[in-house]
């Protein structure tokens, strides 16, 4: 997939198999975690490529630019780059001001601190007013596991989707994140971009060229269960459909990167081609991906039968992030067994 | 123009900000009276004297920036928006009514020469901070002033805001703190301690000055200093006000924070503001 010419007249199942065979051979070989691949580690060097050419970017952190690497920006670009301190809120509005002059920053910090630290600034400085500021929220979810609650962000996909003028979407991975920056650059308003600790193993083997905020992808079809995953969830979600596969069932994956305008066509038509739909995000039930699926198909009187997989309601167990997964039920096995048990 | 003619011509339009908003309280039913005629020397200086502007191009790159931090007092500056030609005088005969751009706190995205929709306080000034950072990126040269208020310095941001302003050396920033000393509950100082709010911003790096902000050649004469000033520091002004300037009742009342005259008593009051000299 290296350019947008190589997809062209080809079924989009077919584009993204081969998606799917490379995701499988790093779960088979376990190198998925070993690649370059990794969310919030390219966003610094893929904007400092974007600056390269476009004035517009900025980048902005708040005394965490070593953890999301966009000291790989700050080394390219010094001028275009403000370390301001622990002072999220500040960091946030002055985003807003800097877009308000034509700038596109780029603000970078634990999405813990910029949804619910930073939320009214997003909201009133950002969204209400059509800035132009994007939101890098990463180490999102549980991720940041045994740090503890006061760094996970479980709710901020809630908070973000009922803010009004603001696009919020999560990135699969590296490959992934690079065409969301780029298509960015284009994006009227504000952002907020969900991202993971910087580990999350590749689900996209080259840059998607055909990217598009409000667009889902059709990782694998199926006719009897749809997977409804977003950002950290995608690549086990394809590892759960591996196992319900092996167990006779035909599973469709839909990576639904944007949780804001959400794909109501591609929600409808799962409701309508497969028999049943199970969504699964690493945040919680109430109000994420699971509550604005639930949203469309009660909206639509669809009917069909449906489960929310998420954090149900709860401060999650200290633990580091591969034991909360397992415990939660959040990784390929969990997952699997959540749908087989919801089948039956 | 002289010295006094400016003067003049600056208590003129003073008188016009204190007048426009009664007439535009009167038709919301409700204004922010008194923290309002605290600044409307302050504003008149700003938009007819120091602020560099082409209301023709709302959007010039090159302009001054305003964030009224203080939103509040947006009904003292919408007129002084639509008598520099931003946009019709007219437009504002339906101010705060259903569907009118004109609200009590000032949204950019409709109202022509907003340059920051303002209104949850303690926010202004980092959006102060972003735009001065913006013409550094950028090489240009425009200052960017940002009005808060006492009250508001209670806001935790705006510290943030002021040590990353000076950090940054953001000389083209210009702080000025309508000091009313009332909040909505009473003195500030009851509330909660401002002062010193001149060693405070001090203390954090900026280059203080504090003067009587009903005093217009203090407030021209305290621009002139920071127009010609080689410091690196970020600039704060401090302008000592009186909630309610104008109005006998008004003054140091907090009742009129946010007031509603009786209709028989509009006369009265546009006759008093008519008769007083403010310079």
Not at chain 1, 9 to 38: C, L, M, P
Not at chain 1, 214 to 241: C, F, M, N, W, Y
Not at chain 2, 126 to 136: L, T, Y
Not at chain 2, 221 to 240: E, Q, Y
Request: glycine share 10%.
């Amino acid at each position: 997939m290296s350019s947008r010419s190589t997809h062209e007249g080809q079924d989009q199942s077919e584009v993204f198999r081969g998606v799917a065979t490379a995701a499988k051979a790093d779960r088979e070989t376990g190198k998925g975690i070993a690649r370059a691949s990794v969310p919030a580690f390219v966003a610094g060097e893929e904007l400092a490529n974007l600056a390269d050419s476009d004035e517009r970017v900025v980048v902005l952190t708040a005394d965490l630019a070593s953890a999301n690497r966009l000291n790989d920006f700050s080394s390219r670009h010094p001028h275009r780059f403000f370390n301001l301190g622990i002072a999220e809120k500040n960091m946030i509005s002055a985003a807003a001001g800097m877009a308000s002059t034509g700038l596109i920053p780029f603000v970078g910090t634990f999405a813990s601190f910029a949804s619910l630290l930073g939320y009214e600034q997003i909201r009133t400085d950002c969204a209400y007013p059509g800035m132009s500021v994007r939101i890098l929220a990463h180490h999102s979810g549980m991720s940041l596991g045994y740090y503890g609650s006061s760094h996970h962000a479980l709710e901020d996909l809630a908070a973000m989707r009922a803010v009004a003028d603001l696009t919020v979407a999560c990135a699969v991975d590296g490959n992934q994140l690079r065409a969301m920056l780029r298509a960015s650059l284009d994006l009227p308003g504000a952002l907020y971009l969900r991202l993971g600790r910087g580990r999350d193993p590749e689900v996209y083997s080259e840059v998607p060229a055909d990217f598009s905020f409000g667009r889902a992808v059709k990782l694998q079809e199926g006719s009897d269960v749809t997977i409804i995953a977003t950002g950290s969830e995608v690549h086990p979600a394809l590892g759960a459909a591996e196992i319900l596969q092996s167990q006779g069932l035909s599973v469709r994956v839909l990576d639904m990167h944007t949780i804001k305008p959400l794909d109501q066509e591609a929600i409808l038509a799962a409701a309508a081609e497969t028999k049943a739909i199970v969504t699964v995000e690493e945040h919680s039930v109430i109000g994420g991906l699971g509550g604005a699926v639930a949203e469309v198909l009660a909206d639509h009187s669809t009917g069909v039968a449906f489960l929310r997989h998420g954090v149900h309601d709860e401060y999650v167990l200290i633990g580091p992030p591969v034991s909360l997964y397992q415990h939660y039920r959040l990784d390929a096995q969990g997952i699997a067994a959540v749908v087989t048990k919801f089948l039956s | 123009m002289n010295q006094s003619a400016t003067i003049d011509r600056l208590v003129d339009r003073a008188l016009f900000i204190r007048l426009e908003t009664l007439r535009l309280s009167r038709i919301a039913g409700a204004g922010h009276y008194s923290g309002t005629f605290s600044a409307a020397e302050l504003l008149a200086v700003l938009y007819y004297h120091q602020l560099r502007l082409d209301p023709l191009r709302p959007d010039w790159p090159d302009r001054d920036r305003f964030v009224l931090s203080k939103g509040h007092a947006a009904i003292g500056l919408y007129p002084v928006l639509a008598d520099l030609g931003y946009f019709e005088p007219s437009e504002l005969d339906d101010y705060t009514r259903l569907g009118s751009a004109f609200g009590d706190h000032p949204d950019m995205r409709k109202i022509r020469g907003i340059d920051f929709s303002s209104g949850s306080l303690g926010h202004g000034l980092s959006i102060g901070v972003g735009m001065a950072m913006g013409a550094r990126v950028q090489g240009r040269d425009y200052r960017t002033y940002v009005m808060v208020g006492d009250g508001e310095l209670a806001e935790g941001q705006v510290w943030e805001a002021v040590m990353s302003a000076s950090h940054y050396r953001l000389e083209s920033l210009v702080c000025i703190v309508d000091r009313n000393r009332l909040g909505i509950d009473g003195p500030t100082e009851e509330i909660m301690t401002a002062e010193p709010i001149d060693e405070r911003f001090g203390a954090f790096g900026w280059d203080v000055q504090r003067i009587n902000g009903h005093d217009l050649g203090a407030i021209t004469g305290a621009f002139d200093r920071i127009n010609s000033s080689t410091s690196d520091r970020p600039h704060v002004l401090i302008a000592d006000t009186i909630k309610g300037k104008g109005v006998a009742r008004m003054e140091g009342d907090v009742h009129w924070h946010v007031g509603n005259l009786n209709a028989e008593d509009y006369a009265a009051v546009e006759q008093e503001l008519r008769e007083g000299t403010i310079r």
